[in-house]
T-cell receptor, first 111, second 119 residues
Framework: DAKTTQPTSMDCAEGRAANLPCNHSTISGNEYVYWYRQIHSQGPQYIIHGLKNNETNEMASLIITEDRKSSTLILPHATLRDTAVYYC????????????FGQGTRLTINP | DSGVTQTPKHLITATGQRVTLRCSPR?????VYWYQQSLDQGLQFLIQYYNGEERAKGNILERFSAQQFPDLHSELNLSSLELGDSALYFC??????????????????FGPGTRLTVL
């Protein structure tokens, strides 16, 4: 599974879009980009995933660059409840089925 | 609410003791995963079961064991507890088919966790 790099922390004002970047320059063609978040000591929560096309669901949008070496998770109208640690995980569908969580990005939404 | 339940929510015990953590996966999910989250190690995968059989093992100590029962609930047994075993223990389950229709084991749904404190 490819290694990912995320900023340690970010701040965003409530009501604005939160854009969380993730670098995964060694991603291979069959690996997906997954995003999870963990709100203070709760269980991690699956947000979204994508392969190469941009994806959107009720929680967020995922923008993957054309070369697939980086991606951005977008929370369109951040609320205080979006304050959490966000994890970007790159993983294929083969091999070990465990998720490997890095340090993630601690996103703080400010009022 | 992910649909995954874990009991107990909190557990306080002494060194040397043995405890059992319980997890019920979402209805219909065959895979159960256990993770440990301590302050200094972050989230670490311990073990996975699929339909009653062990499928993958991570950094699980020999003092720890797990099983998945015919009704698909799972138990994580921790014995000869040490201070360093104090952590949050999460269980997760994954559906048979993913949102895109393909394999789904990377879409894991986590329970609320059990906070274990060893004194």
């Amino acid at each position: 599974d490819a290694k990912t790099t995320q900023p340690t922390s970010m701040d965003c004002a409530e009501g604005r879009a939160a854009n969380l970047p993730c670098n995964h320059s060694t991603i291979s063609g069959n690996e997906y980009v997954y995003w999870y978040r963990q709100i203070h000591s709760q269980g991690p929560q699956y947000i979204i995933h994508g392969l190469k096309n941009n994806e959107t669901n009720e929680m967020a949008s995922l923008i993957i660059t054309e070369d697939r070496k980086s991606s951005t998770l977008i929370l369109p109208h951040a609320t205080l409840r979006d304050t959490a640690v966000y994890y970007c995980i790159v993983k294929g569908l083969q091999g070990a089925q465990k998720l490997v969580f890095g340090q993630g990005t601690r996103l703080t939404i400010n009022p | 609410d992910s649909g995954v339940t874990q009991t107990p929510k909190h557990l306080i015990t002494a060194t040397g003791q043995r405890v059992t953590l319980r997890c019920s996966p979402r209805s219909g999910d065959l895979s159960v995963y256990w993770y440990q989250q301590s302050l200094d190690q972050g989230l670490q995968f311990l073990i996975q079961y699929y339909n009653g059989e062990e499928r993958a093992k991570g950094n699980i100590l020999e003092r720890f064991s797990a099983q998945q029962f015919p009704d698909l609930h799972s138990e994580l047994n921790l014995s000869s507890l040490e201070l360093g075993d104090s952590a949050l223990y999460f269980c997760a389950s994954s559906p048979r088919r993913g949102l895109a229709g393909g394999p789904s084991y990377n879409e894991q749904f986590f329970g609320p966790g059990t906070r274990l404190t060893v004194l």
